[in-house]
């Protein structure tokens, strides 16, 4: 007995080339009624194919449609480490936001890339690679957005040697010392701002307490606060070892104020304050300088505007298919106000 296979459900996908021989037209003509783009086409022709295509049951095939086009409409978004599931306040929901929006806004679709992590590790654990097995796994896509706190140089080398196009979300640095393809917060200029206005207010020697040096994001903060003309003291560690006795040394020591990396060492520091011993004058005036647009007040300092430079970084790659030269790009951060950046107290020097 011959079994065969699975009857209608396992027929093929109806061609063109079928709507064509059924018609007694060619190919082309067949795929320019399909594309609606027949003006040439008599009228009575391409409603002749329309209907002989309805009856067959063809259905177009997205993915042939956008190649046809030299592209497939596809853009990735590539994290070195997990970033999800983002919860609304975590660093990386703005930047994300900001890129789905730009994408559906030019008829773009996205490709998130989730694979297990390598077996490279970072500062944040183990991180993922692009070249898994080898190949660059991101040529799914037409271009893609890179994410995340680390980064491999070496991958980011070979990218660029392929000219493979891609933006990385914050600056980054080739073993060189080029700058590859990026936008990223003006942390420099905030930080500059953010000094000086600590200075207009009295303060002549503060701390800065961060989690890394090394960070591109920090050493461009670090060259700010150098040029300022204040005294800093610099502290870098997990946020968990932030503690009292470091905030009493700090007083000790004159530092009038604090600025911080982000709202999670404000809000560390603003818990131990309120445990440090009463009847001693414990207050520091605090600034964030990186605060997310979810971020609350009272805080002072300033925002990084993550939307927008999600937003810019697609845009910035869909201007690079259509042959604009890959660049860098600073997005200004705005002030916060806030309520905790305040004078220095009279009698403190």
Known sequence: MRISGSG???????????????????????????????????????????????????????????????????????????????????????????????????????????????????????????????????????????????DIPAELEQLCAEGYPFVFIGRRFLTDGREVPNVAPDYAAATRALARRFAALGHRRIAYLGADRTLPASVDRLAAIATSGLDVHLHFAPVTEIDGTLLHRLLDTGVTGLMLENSEYAERVDGLAAQMEAGRDSRLSVAVAGLTEEDSTPWSGFTVPGRRIGHLALEDLLARLEGAPPGCRLVPCPAAPGRTLTAVPPGHS
């Open 8 to 150: 209608r459900s396992a027929r093929r996908r109806v061609s063109q080339a079928d709507i064509a021989r059924q018609a007694g037209v060619t190919q082309a003509a067949v795929s320019m009624i399909l594309r609606d783009r027949a003006d040439s086409i008599p009228e009575a022709t391409r409603q002749r194919v329309l209907t002989i295509a309805r009856d067959l049951g063809y259905r177009a095939d997205p993915l042939a449609r956008r190649l046809a086009n030299g592209r497939s409409q596809i853009i990735g978004v590539f994290t070195y480490e997990k970033v999800f599931p983002v919860a609304q306040r975590t660093f990386y929901h703005r930047f994300l936001l900001g890129i789905e929006e730009a994408a559906e806004a030019h008829d773009q679709d996205l490709l998130l890339f989730t694979s297990a992590a390598g077996r490279r590790t970072g500062r944040s654990g183990e991180v993922r690679t692009i070249y898994a097995g080898g190949e660059n796994k991101l040529r799914l896509a037409d271009a893609a957005v890179l994410l995340g706190r680390d």
